[in-house]
């Protein structure tokens, strides 16, 4: 019984990997964790400017700027599903970069800001509040359906050839490829390019 609890525990801290650190002026940044590519990374961010990159390599990554001791950088990884959660942004100038694996499936809620994602290959499920939402999809032919909207504002979505503003207005695509693509502005813009 003894031997079974000491190896979950063992098998627990192997699996779990979590960073909890804000930056300092000594700079701390980046923050970073091992992660598997074609995993799904959620991420609950603070408003500001936010770059979403894919890389080739197995790592999650978060740098910032100004690097402040209230800024609070969360990243949990278990398997294959990852978390990430910044908090305590200061209000003017934020500004950070989040790098994942190329090939890895995005769940991002964001307050307010400007939200840009590229060279992200797997499934994307982005949504902002209020701000500028850009999204590189690539190639439109590798999604299966791809949904954008916003309730008050713009959507640009020169990839899928649709540009609409004004009150309420979306679009529903369906296509070939393996990924889905939804991406949601409560007030602002979508570019989808």
């Known amino acids: 019984m003894r031997l079974g609890i000491l190896v979950f525990l063992c098998l627990s801290a192997w699996m779990v990997a979590a960073q909890d650190r804000g930056g300092d002026e000594t700079g701390k940044t980046p ?3 091992k992660f598997v590519a074609g995993g799904q990374v959620r991420m609950g961010l603070c408003p500001g400017d936010i770059q979403l990159v894919g890389t080739d390599e197995s790592m999650l990554r978060v740098s910032y700027r100004p690097e402040r001791d209230d800024v609070r950088v969360r990243l949990e990884v278990v398997g294959d599903r990852a978390t990430v959660k ?3 942004c200061p209000h003017n100038h934020f500004h950070a970069r989040i790098e994942v694996p190329k090939s890895s ?5 964001m307050l307010a800001g400007q939200l840009s994602v ?3 290959t797997g499934d994307k499920d982005v ?4 701000g500028q939402m850009n999204v590189a999809v690539g190639k439109p032919e590798d999604y299966s359906h791809v ?3 916003v309730n008050s504002g713009a959507i640009d979505a020169s ?3 649709v540009n609409k503003g004004g009150l309420f207005r979306s679009f529903d695509k369906s296509g070939p490829g393996k990924y889905r693509l939804h991406a949601h502005v409560g007030a602002g813009e979508v570019d989808l390019r």
């Not at 499936?105 to 809620?109: E, K």
């Not at 949504?127 to 209020?130: A, C, D, G, K, R």
């Open 31 to 33: 923050i970073e964790a």
């Open 86 to 88: 910044i908090g305590g």
């Open 105 to 109: 499936a995005l769940y991002v809620r």
């Open 118 to 120: 590229r060279d992200i």
């Open 127 to 130: 949504e902002l509040s209020f």
């Open 147 to 149: 949904d954008a909207s």
């Open 159 to 161: 990839a899928f050839n």
